[in-house]
């Protein structure tokens, strides 16, 4: 996993990332791409959100609707 873009604000973080793994390398769509959110609270991550990105999703979909072919 890599991070980028991290910012935080109060209790409340958000970066972007990229996730590397066989599954998605296999779909030949490697690295998938994340917008994360986190809620801080004594220094730990006490809540954490992340999902495709708007532009990742198409790729996700249609490699999913290949491999099913």
Avoid at 12 to 40: K, M, N, V, W
Wanted: charged fraction near 25%; aromatic fraction near 14%; include cysteine.
């Amino acid at each position: 996993v890599e991070v980028n873009d991290l910012m935080v604000d109060g209790v409340r973080a958000t970066f972007t990332c990229l996730y590397y793994g066989d599954h998605f390398e296999q779909l030949g769509i490697s690295p998938a791409e994340f917008d994360g959110s986190a809620i801080l609270r004594d220094g730990k991550i006490r809540v954490l959100v992340w999902s495709y990105t708007e532009a990742y999703e198409p790729r996700l979909k249609a490699a999913f609707a290949k491999a099913a072919n």
